[in-house]
């Protein structure tokens, strides 16, 4: 199912939080969506995963779709199990008796994402990177068409970070998902991710392979830092920061008098 987001704004108050972003993503395609904090990436998500309004239109295709969304902030007071919560993104509501198709579904996701043996764990007696890999069970057992996932790696350690998202990347091409991540790791989104799209401010600043998200010249301008970029021994991107620029770099040195001019209209035009 391809997904046309199309002039895409979202407000908080006075607060331009996303301004006429236009996107495509693409079945079998993972699509990570970076930036700096604050640049707008939750609201896009949010807006595609129907939870937080919006102008502009996005487009499933014409079909209906079944979308697994996994916010940033998920609670760990509930008192369900990780069966339980997990079984939720199947049914909707829990009831005394449940099919065995929608058990076994559950049980194949678990065992996907090796949390079997914490099947009939309380999810508030859970460490927080425990809770996370709940919760992406929990978004992949309904069987999505679209996959949301909200900083899916934040609260794991190295180890599960990398095999998240590989299973992320595997399904998504499998399954043929059409699948969104929000990522901070600038160096897995290079190595999982088949296209980037870079907000800077509520606007996209660039979208496209990696290799031409991903260059000098863009992680000074979005994200403020100099930065080499090289390849690692196994082809994939690497992005080695080395010192943060100033935020309003003078005529010459970090960009052009029209680029600072522009960059301080933007930042004025945000707050307004």
Known sequence: MTLDIHDLSVRYGSFQALDRVSLTARPGELLGVIGPNGSGKSSLIRAVAGVQ?????IDFGGTEARVGYMPQDISGRSALTVLEVVLLGRLRRLALSVAAEHLAAVEAVLNELELTRLANRCLSDLSGGQRQLVFLAQSLV???????????TSALDIRHQLEVLSIVAHLTSVRSLTSIVILHDLNAAARYCDR????????????????????PALLGRVFGVEAIVATDPSG?????????LARHPPPGKDGTAQDTARRQADRQRSLT
């Not at 980037?196 to 260059?215: K, S």
């Open 53 to 57: 309004a919006h102008s502009g239109r």
């Open 142 to 152: 309904s069987d999505p068409t679209i996959l949301l996932l909200d900083e899916p």
């Open 196 to 215: 980037l799209a870079a907000l800077d401010q509520g606007r996209l600043a660039a979208v496209g392979t990696p290799d031409e998200v991903l260059t």
């Open 236 to 244: 994939a991107l690497m992005v080695s920061p080395v010192r943060a």
